[in-house]
């Protein structure tokens, strides 16, 4: 069996994994991913997550959406019931389910299946036209997709350890949007649209990242010059950013592979990670990994 990722290890030590029984089997099958079964719950989850949001944007087109009223009533109640039973079975099979129900992806859980509950409470069909606008927010279980590809966790992590480093690059960039367009605003003044200096850097902001939309245009020749060297330098900007992180992402790659010491095996208990592959108790706090989590 592969090493558990890190996400899941911390999701662990989050919520609470049940020491054994039924619920500790159901826990593995809905957090867990190293196993076939909690591949195929994933993969399911994953499709009825799609399908769901096809049907929001499809009953958002009018042609659809109002020839199709009762089809799309009928998918709208079956994910919802498929969800609300994915969501109380999370609740169900872990030690701390408050804390659960409060997370993000707690959150998401709930807004997402509750306006279709509301509609049945609300009387009359103008209230129902308000309660439409609340379905929308199924479309945030997008989110949850986050969860089940292991490519989110890999950028997530790049991005995490390259945050200060971005960081720092935004705040040289802010520094330049500033300072030229402070500059701009000295230059064209407000006869030229540059009515002040967060006028004028908005117009900074816009011409650095090449999106050009042409409400604010300098007309001096020397405020065409800086603009010019701002296009310019905005090709630049953008490609510092992506390098980053593409760096980090690499790097981390390749510890994975040639470094057996910093493994993804994360401690159930406190969350700490780098353990060695046959270790069996954590490195910082002493616990027993989880066995789910062990390599064979």
């Known amino acids: 069996m592969k090493a558990a990722s890190a996400a899941q290890a911390k999701q662990a030590a989050r919520y609470g994994r049940p020491e054994g029984g039924w619920r500790a089997r159901m826990y593995d099958i809905i957090f867990n991913s190293d196993t076939k079964a909690g591949k195929r719950f994933d993969i399911v989850l994953i499709a ?29 109640w079956s994910f919802t019931l498929l969800f609300t039973l994915e969501y109380l079975a999370r609740l ?17 859980d709930l807004l997402s299946v509750l306006p279709t509950y509301f509609s049945l409470l609300v009387p009359g069909s103008q ?34 350890a390259s945050r200060r480093k971005i960081m720092v690059f935004l705040s040289v960039v802010l520094m330049l949007v500033l300072v030229l367009g402070t500059l701009m605003y000295v230059v064209e003044g407000p006869e030229h649209g540059y009515t002040s200096i967060p006028t004028a850097m908005y117009w900074a902001i816009v011409t650095m990242t090449t999106v050009g939309y042409g409400d604010i245009t300098p007309h001096t ?6 603009a010019s060297f701002m296009m310019l330098l905005g090709w630049g900007i953008l490609a510092v950013p992506t390098g980053i992180v593409t760096a980090e992402m690499t790097a981390r790659r390749t510890d994975r592979r040639h470094g057996p010491a910093r493994t993804e095996r994360a401690c159930g208990e406190c969350g700490a990670t780098g353990h060695e592959a046959r270790a069996r108790f954590c490195k910082d706090c002493g616990a027993a990994l989880p066995a789910s989590f062990a390599r064979e």
Not at 67 to 75: D, E, F, I, S, T
Not at 221 to 226: P, T
């Open 48 to 76: 009825a997550i799609l399908l769901s949001i096809l049907v929001v944007v499809l009953e958002s087109v009018p042609a659809i959406g109002g020839r199709h009223a009762g089809v799309m009533r009928v998918l709208e």
């Open 92 to 108: 169900l099979c872990v030690r701390r389910p408050l804390r659960y129900a409060t997370s993000f992806f707690g959150i998401v």
């Open 127 to 160: 209230a129902l036209l308000d309660i439409r606008i609340l379905r929308l927010l199924r479309v945030f279980r997008i989110f949850k997709l986050t969860l089940y590809i292991e490519e989110y966790t890999r950028l997530g992590e790049a991005l995490s």
């Open 221 to 226: 020749h020397l405020g065409k010059g800086i």
